[in-house]
């Protein structure tokens, strides 16, 4: 037996296949790209630039620095120029090229058959200039872009993405339409249709379920920046003490009273949450509408940056199902999926209906060969899901029964602080208060936290605001691990994770806590399919179709 004869050996490939294909013409971005790129950096730097020009003004040094101002303005100018001369690109046979750098140079390749498939996005700067940013998708992963040209005419976006797909059908396996392999001159003449689209009243309904205070985030950033501006010290405990205490007008007017100021509060919290949400959500999903393609799922969507994709059926990996108590008592869910490309807009889950009934969900489902879950599940939930919120909430509780226990409220160096003699007493509280939603919230998830296994697929269904259903098909399952720490090792549970290509790295599928057989066990039978499946013969007939289709 040869030293060697455990090895694999490759074949070589024929000379024909080994003779160099010439790549394409080189070109650069559109020309406007410049002003483009200009005007988004000015946006996006607008907070830090007004500050600056604050800073000068107010402590007068807009003399001292004036000079350095024309010097400044040139920087700027010239930058996103020489960037733009010595970025370049190219679209050959078999591969695209991407070349960039002033002094470090940098030269990406990108096969054609890694391609997934070409986003075009356009920000209203774009769509001022008429241009629109083209996005090459491969699933690479990673929090970088993957290829990306920023940007081009409307008009040489949509040509190098019809250039770059039919490179892809003269490279690839053969494209499949509901699951049966056609000819690629039959994709051409395959017929878009519409699956789900989003109504006016749709966008304002979705608005209102996605209750956001984003506004109050924004108001205190603002303040962060310009707090110089305000005649008060924000940073001050001792200033939002007296202004709490300045409300104890309120506790001497009647029960009617408060209780309307309360509501009057309570209403325009939830006024403003509502329109924040509304605004959020046009801008958006303005236009939302998925379509059916030859290559798979066609999503186009926005008001101000519109975004058009397409996501390829086979490289779906899950399906996630999202609602709430209040969307789900009016019949409302949300339906996104992990894909092995990341969606144009920077966001870890392509959408595919942000507000739908149960049925369209299920329609859309069998469009990517999934299903919801049949008939009722067999539960999985086990007491040791309740450790880690018992533990906070012993240990909260504990916290607060030692403050009040050591007498801290009572003693000089607390009393000579004003608003350290009103936070010791209100941090009892709220250790207690702490302690008690710990414990509520681990019962309320325990409640909601199900599994089941059924028809090759897992479902998990958790969450107590924000519920999910998790439909991950056990044959793209990359890896099942579990995870146990020092204490659940004593207690005989495990943690299980399921690894799954595409996604966000945070965002994890997970079992909780699990008795270690039922842990071991369980794994064994979501391993089982995809052990069974033999990838090797799925790449030589993917092979095999490539040959016959050219």
Not at 129 to 158: C, M, P, R
Not at 176 to 203: C, K, N, Q, R, W
Not at 233 to 259: E, H, I, K, M
Not at 337 to 360: C, I, T, W, Y
Request: proline share 5%.
């Amino acid at each position: 037996m040869d030293a060697d004869s455990g090895l694999i050996h490759l074949g070589e490939k024929p000379v024909e296949e080994q003779e160099h294909v010439p790549d394409g013409e080189w070109h650069r971005l559109a020309p406007l790209s410049i002003v483009s790129e200009l005007i988004q950096f000015i946006t996006r730097s607008i907070i830090g630039l007004v500050a600056m020009a604050f800073f000068l003004f107010r402590n007068d040094d807009t003399q001292q620095f004036a000079p350095y101002l024309p010097l400044i303005i040139l920087a700027f100018a010239i930058a996103p120029i020489v960037r733009w001369y010595r970025f370049r690109y190219s679209v050959g046979e078999r591969e695209i090229r991407i070349e960039q750098g002033l002094l470090s140079r940098s030269l990406r390749i990108i096969p054609m058959e890694r391609v997934h498939d070409v986003a075009l996005e356009r920000k209203p700067v774009h769509r001022l200039f008429g241009l629109a940013k083209v996005t090459i998708e491969t699933g690479g992963g990673g929090d970088g872009e993957e290829g990306a040209l920023d940007a081009l005419t409307l008009s040489a976006a949509g040509q190098l993405r019809d250039t770059i797909r039919a490179a892809q059908r003269g490279q690839s396996a053969l494209p499949t339409i509901d699951g049966a392999d056609v000819a690629a001159d039959t994709v051409l003449d395959y017929e878009e249709h519409t699956l789900y689209a989003m109504s006016p009243t749709d966008l304002v309904n979705a608005g209102l379920f996605n209750f956001s205070l984003a506004f109050i985030a924004i108001v205190g950033a603002a303040m962060n920046q310009f707090d110089f501006l305000i005649p008060f010290d924000v940073y001050n405990p001792d200033f939002w003490f007296d202004l709490l205490g300045r409300g104890q007008f309120l506790l001497d007017l009647g029960w009617v009273t408060q209780a309307i100021a309360i509501a009057a509060g309570a209403l325009s919290l939830l006024l403003l949450g509502a329109t924040t949400g509304i605004i959020r959500t046009v801008l958006r999903d303005f236009g939302f509408t998925l379509t059916r393609t030859a290559r798979g799922l066609r999503r186009r969507r926005g008001l101000l940056t519109q975004s058009d994709v397409v996501m390829p059926v086979h490289r779906i990996q899950t399906a996630i199902i999202s609602t709430g108590p209040v969307r789900r008592w009016f019949g409302y869910y949300a339906l996104s999926v992990e894909s092995l490309a990341r969606d144009a807009e920077k966001q870890d889950n392509h959408s595919l209906a942000p507000h739908a009934r149960l049925d369209m969900v299920g329609q859309l489902l069998d469009e990517i060969d999934l299903e919801l879950a049949p008939g009722e599940p067999v539960y999985g939930r086990r007491l040791p899901v309740l450790l880690g919120g018992v533990i906070w909430a012993v240990t909260l509780c504990a916290l607060a029964v030692g403050l009040i226990a050591s007498g801290l409220s009572d003693a000089p160096f607390v009393r000579e602080e004003p608003w350290l003699a009103r936070a010791v007493p209100f941090a009892e509280i709220a250790f207690f208060a702490l302690g008690l939603w710990s414990a509520a919230s681990a019962w309320l998830s325990w409640r909601m936290h199900h599994y089941w296994v059924a028809n090759d697929r897992i479902f998990i269904r958790h969450g107590i605001w924000n519920q999910r259903l998790i439909i991950l098909p056990l044959v793209k399952l990359q890896s099942v691990d579990w995870v146990q720490g020092p204490l659940t090792q004593a207690l005989g549970v495990a943690k299980i994770r399921f690894g799954v290509a595409g996604g966000s790295a945070l965002a994890t599928h997970e079992l909780p806590w699990l008795p270690i057989a039922e842990v071991e066990a369980l794994r064994a039978t979501l391993i089982a399919p995809a052990a069974a499946v033999d990838y090797s013969v799925m790449v030589e007939r993917a092979r095999t179709s490539a040959t016959l289709g050219a």
